[in-house]
């Protein structure tokens, strides 16, 4: 949710597992065994494709001023034909590349050459960058400062923390003041109440994404979501 507007700008693609006899499984439960498997490569672009194909349809709705993030594991980012493999996923879909965003984290970075190369040509192509889980990794100034990146998320542990207590909020006002004097985005993720998010508003962060607004969605149910509220101000479902 953009802050300056109070109008929906995006969503998140999330994997769930919907097993016929365990139940809904969450990503913290398989993702680990996808990733010990050698798995996570084609499942990450079976993600990329589906989300892609999906935010177009979005689009084909009427539903334009939309963007999707897509995290990236550790083995799709070191691939070396990642960025080829974006740009034919777009090219079958018919996304325009600016309505996507691949999130990493901080961890990733650590390989500057290869990091730089990569990044540098998503976003040539026009792909949005995203930090995630920004504050629990590899932070340093050196690689905001270098690298293409458009946003910082973040972490929701900052964002739980910050109402208890002066020393979070200063965390979190610190690292929305040092993205902004770096010309990035700033984007809470984890929002789940009212003060947090009049706080983060203080704060002038820019988006902000949480339960407060929506809990993980279906693709059927986001529609129905999306043709409700956007683009009417949240204030006006939130009251």
Known sequence: IDLQTNQIVGVEALLRWNHPE???IPPANFIPLAEEMGLMVNLGEWVLNHA???????????????????????????KQQLVDKVKQVLLETGLTPQCLELEITE???MDVIRSTSVLEELSTIGIQIAIDDFGTGYSSLNYLKNFNIHRLKIDRSFIHDMMSGQ??????????SIAHALDLKVIAEGVETEQQSDYLKDQECDILQGYLFAKPLTAKHATEYLQKYSPMPVS????
């Open 236 to 239: 006006s479902y939130l009251s």
């Open 22 to 24: 365990l139940g809904l």
């Open 167 to 176: 020393k979070g909020k200063k965390i979190v006002g610190t690292i929305i």
């Open 107 to 109: 961890s990733m970075t």
């Open 52 to 78: 892609c194909r999906q935010m177009k349809s979005w689009h084909d709705q009427g539903l334009t001023s939309l963007k999707v993030s897509i995290n990236l594991s550790p083995q799709e980012f070191l």
